[in-house]
């Protein structure tokens, strides 16, 4: 079956250090992967994506995610955190070819301190 | 270009009454879906459509109608809202096969009593 585990449910880090949220997924199959950003009483945004290629890629507000597929990984990093990147982050997976529905992980709280 | 809106942002209902959740895309997204957020449980799939005429069932369906008339629309129907379906409801929409990222509404914040 198919499933996505974001194994802490809060990340606490200090204003200007990196911040790494930890992603790992089991999917047949070659996986497309995402993450999604949840600030307070708002709706899901889309961060950034890996469907094939470099396995870096960088998405919006200065975030990157590291594809590792012998981990099955795909953790989210900042190299330096800003106060306003508290909020929630979600880990999606859907399958190639397959329909567009995505598997959600249960988020993980990012609390960055002034 | 609006994008999704959802309405209400807010909705009390007491235990047997039925209601309509409104969606609605301006970016003739072929896909739609709706979601449930609970504590704990991060997000919960519905129901879903690829396009008008067609719906189908996500991992939550029980309780809940969908539709789909026109490609901008996508409402979800509670038949007898019971306090099990007190949430935060999410619709989303994507585009065609070749693009990835699903479009998210403000939500609605449900309470069944």
Known sequence: AQSVAQPEDQVNVAEGNPLTVKCTYSVSGNPYLFWYVQYPNRGLQFLLKYI??????KGSYGFEAEFNKSQTSFHLKKPSALVSDSALYFCAVRRAGNNRKLIWG????????? | NAGVTQTPKFQVLKT???????CAQDMNHEYMSWYRQDPGMGLRLIHYSVGAGITDQGEVPNGYNVSRSTTEDFPLRLLSAAPSQTSVYFCASQGGWSSYEQYFGPGTRLTVT
Request: glycine content about 14%; aromatic content about 0%; charged content about 5%.
């Open chain 1, 106 to 114: 249960l988020g993980t709280s990012l609390a960055v301190n002034p």
């Open chain 1, 52 to 57: 094939t290629g470099d396995n870096l890629v």
């Open chain 2, 16 to 22: 047997g009454q039925s209601m309509t959740l409104q």
